[in-house]
């Protein structure tokens, strides 16, 4: 890991697409730093063969960071894992990539892509509107981070024995945390507004088009008056909770019953 730090030209470099950096999360053991793996595919962009590639680990909440050299384009060296034991456990991490020209030591930035969101083990390949990630809380059992460049993320203690598996099936569990954490979310969401640039949108879009989309609110948001923005909150909340049907699930489990 290089901690050298030298003034870069940003000037005329190429967008890498999230789709060619693929970074999966590796969750810990208790007291155990995060860790995770990267493949990079950066052949179709043409960037000369001895231009390095480096990878940025970070926090902007809590001004952490690391970075990791990588080698070059035609020979990347990317480390097997990434433990990122000066990163904050306590959150949501994030990833920015950079190739960089190495001729004549101009630093130039070639090419980048920044606020890369890792999946998690259990993300499936895909990218999650609001992922679950487990982390050292000390005595704190849960929390939403929330950043406003970052994808919001519920985060879980990973000391509770078997939590994994129960916020995976646990009804009772899930009714009690999603609704919850979905309104902290939602309250961010309407009260700020997006500092995404015109290419990457933020993350509060996705939002707002998951309340469109999946709970069937033609309604916008409203932008003033704190009782209508309360009363928006509220029906997007209890419309979450119809269309997971965690009563319905509860209610099963009382009688006996299964539940998917």
Same mark, same amino acid.
């Given at each position: 890991?290089?901690? @050298?730090?030298? &003034?870069?030209?940003?000037?005329?470099?190429?967008?890498?697409?999230?789709?060619?950096?693929?970074?999966?999360?590796?969750?810990?053991?208790?007291?155990?730093?995060?860790? @995770? +793996?990267?493949? %990079?595919?950066?052949?179709? #962009?043409?960037?000369?063969?001895?231009? @390095?590639? *480096?990878?940025? @680990?970070? +926090?902007?909440?809590?001004?952490?960071?690391?970075?990791?050299?990588?080698?070059?384009?035609? !020979?990347?060296?990317?480390?097997?894992?990434?433990? %990122?034991?000066? /990163?904050?456990?306590?959150?949501?991490? %994030?990833?920015?990539?950079?190739?960089?020209?190495? &001729?004549?030591?101009?630093?130039?930035?070639?090419?980048?892509?920044?606020?890369?969101?890792?999946?998690?083990?259990?993300?499936?390949?895909?990218?999650?509107?609001?992922?679950?990630?487990? &982390?050292?809380?000390? $005595?704190?059992?849960?929390?939403?981070?929330?950043? #406003?460049?970052?994808?919001? *993320?519920?985060?879980?203690?990973?000391?509770?024995?078997?939590?994994?598996?129960?916020?995976?099936?646990? !009804?009772?569990?899930?009714?009690?945390? =999603?609704? *919850?954490?979905?309104?902290?979310? %939602?309250e961010n969401?309407?009260?700020?507004?997006?500092?995404? $640039?015109?290419? *990457?949108?933020?993350?509060?879009?996705?939002?707002?088009?998951?309340?469109?989309?999946?709970?069937g609110i033609?309604?916008?948001?409203?932008?003033?008056?704190?009782?209508? &923005?309360?009363?928006? /909150? $509220?029906?997007?909340?209890?419309?979450?909770?119809?269309? =997971?049907?965690?009563?319905?699930? /509860?209610?099963?489990?009382?009688?006996?019953?299964?539940?998917?």
């Open positions: 890991m290089s901690t @050298a730090k030298r &003034r870069l030209n940003y000037t005329s470099r190429k967008r890498i697409h999230q789709e060619h950096v693929t970074i999966q999360m590796i969750e810990p053991k208790p007291g155990d730093p995060l860790k @995770a +793996r990267v493949s %990079l595919d950066l052949l179709s #962009y043409s960037f000369p063969a001895d231009a @390095a590639v *480096a990878l940025d @680990a970070y +926090r902007s909440s809590s001004g952490t960071g690391m970075r990791f050299d990588c080698g070059t384009v035609a !020979k990347p060296s990317i480390p097997e894992v990434l433990v %990122l034991d000066e /990163i904050d456990s306590g959150g949501n991490v %994030l990833f920015r990539l950079k190739v960089i020209e190495k &001729r004549n030591n101009s630093g130039r930035i070639l090419g980048s892509a920044d606020r890369i969101q890792p999946r998690s083990d259990d993300d499936n390949n895909q990218k999650s509107l609001f992922p679950v990630v487990y &982390r050292d809380l000390k $005595d704190e059992i849960w929390k939403v981070d929330v950043n #406003y460049d970052q994808r919001p *993320a519920l985060v879980l203690n990973n000391e509770i024995p078997g939590i994994q598996h129960r916020v995976r099936h646990d !009804k009772l569990l899930q009714g009690l945390l =999603f609704p *919850a954490a979905f309104r902290i979310v %939602l969401t309407i009260r700020d507004d997006d500092d995404g $640039d015109d290419e *990457a949108p933020g993350w509060r879009s996705d939002w707002l088009q998951f309340c469109r989309d999946t709970l033609g309604e916008e948001p409203p932008t003033t008056g704190e009782e209508a &923005r309360t009363e928006w /909150i $509220d029906y997007a909340v209890r419309r979450l909770c119809e269309e =997971f049907q965690f009563m319905k699930g /509860i209610r099963k489990l009382e009688e006996g019953g299964t539940w998917q």
